[in-house]
């Protein structure tokens, strides 16, 4: 069984996200081209992304990585954020780009953001592939946004449930047998 079978509708082709994510790596190299800014992604959803968006960055920058989860045992935020990877160097004075697949209750990435601004960086912007406002709970500033969605459980492009479906090459909805019951937070 093909993991497209599992896809209700694509809500986004991979020639629309190649398209948005080349002009957001336009308008970052136009805005942070003589800063040198450490770009810190949020694993795993947001590798694709990550990968996809440095490639259109024409500039020198830095990746670091951090890993936070938010979940409990089931597929609802427990609201609890737990650091399972930190950053592997210091951001004291380097402009920070967070780079986020998707911003759903906005809880996690509220935390993080105050955890980063702890580390003395310069500046803290965020760019996001993916904003689901139906669900924000916090309010986030983003500065750089990819497409605002509406609220389905969205899979592909990095974006998983169960570990699965990560590598589907466009963003689809996923049918709601596949999780039966609530749906999950994406």
Do not use: W
């Not at 650091?83 to 209750?105: M, Q």
């Amino acid at each position: 069984m093909s993991p497209h079978d599992d896809v209700e509708e694509i809500l986004l082709d991979t020639e629309t996200i190649a398209s948005r994510v080349a002009e957001l790596g336009a308008q970052l190299t136009a805005d942070f081209g003589d800063r040198d800014p450490v770009l810190v992604s949020v694993l795993k959803g947001s590798l694709v992304f990550l990968a996809d968006l440095i490639r259109a960055m024409e500039m020198p920058v830095s990746i670091d990585l951090m890993e936070v989860s938010s979940y409990g045992s089931g597929t609802e935020t427990s609201g609890q954020v737990r650091i399972l990877k930190d950053l592997s160097g210091p951001i004291e004075g380097r402009h920070v780009i967070v780079v986020e697949d998707i911003i759903d209750t906005g809880l996690t990435l509220n935390y993080l953001l105050k955890y980063l601004a702890d580390k003395a960086p310069a500046s803290v912007r965020i760019v996001c592939l993916l904003d689901k406002p139906a669900r924000r709970l916090a309010e986030i500033p983003i500065d750089y946004r990819g497409f605002t969605i509406p609220d389905r459980f969205v899979i592909g492009y990095g974006l998983d449930y169960d570990e699965r479906y990560r590598n589907l090459p466009y963003i689809g909805v996923l049918k709601p047998a596949v999780y039966a019951g609530a749906p999950p937070e994406g």
